[in-house]
């Protein structure tokens, strides 16, 4: 994928979750723009490197089953404790949860494509 076409899709995928986020919250300031900032950053890596994402995502060894079911159950609890703070606050907390991911896969893709 082109690079400005992915950087054009993440800008709409942040801003989009950032209003619906705003819609559903009824929330304006910081934390919407934290939404925004995150998942647009989040989506440019995922696009930027999605075959070793989908090539890492699609182990299945007993160790990344287990290192998978960890992450799951932090992330679980850790969103939905954030969501009890505000909305904003909580899908800003499992998009650095996801961004912490691509930003993995990222350091240990060979080579982005774009």
Same mark, same amino acid.
């Given at each position: 994928?082109h690079?400005s076409?992915?950087?054009?899709?993440? /800008?709409?995928v942040g801003?989009? &979750? $950032?209003?619906?986020a705003?819609?559903?919250?009824d929330?304006?300031g /910081?934390?919407?723009l934290s939404?925004?900032?995150?998942y647009?950053a989040?989506?440019?890596?995922? &696009? $930027?490197?999605?075959?070793?994402?989908?090539?890492? @995502?699609?182990r299945?060894?007993? @160790?990344?089953?287990? /290192?998978g079911a960890?992450?799951?159950?932090v992330?679980?609890?850790?969103?939905s404790?954030l969501?009890?703070?505000?909305?904003?606050?909580?899908?800003?907390?499992?998009?650095l949860y996801?961004?912490?991911m691509?930003?993995?896969v990222?350091?240990?893709?060979?080579v982005?494509d774009?």
């Amino acid at each position: 994928m082109h690079r400005s076409i992915r950087y054009a899709v993440a /800008l709409l995928v942040g801003i989009g &979750l $950032a209003a619906i986020a705003g819609v559903v919250s009824d929330t304006h300031g /910081l934390s919407l723009l934290s939404v925004a900032v995150v998942y647009s950053a989040t989506t440019a890596l995922v &696009l $930027a490197h999605r075959g070793t994402w989908a090539d890492l @995502s699609s182990r299945t060894t007993e @160790s990344s089953r287990k /290192l998978g079911a960890v992450g799951g159950g932090v992330g679980a609890f850790a969103g939905s404790t954030l969501l009890q703070v505000s909305i904003p606050v909580g899908v800003t907390g499992l998009g650095l949860y996801l961004f912490g991911m691509a930003v993995t896969v990222a350091d240990v893709s060979p080579v982005a494509d774009g």
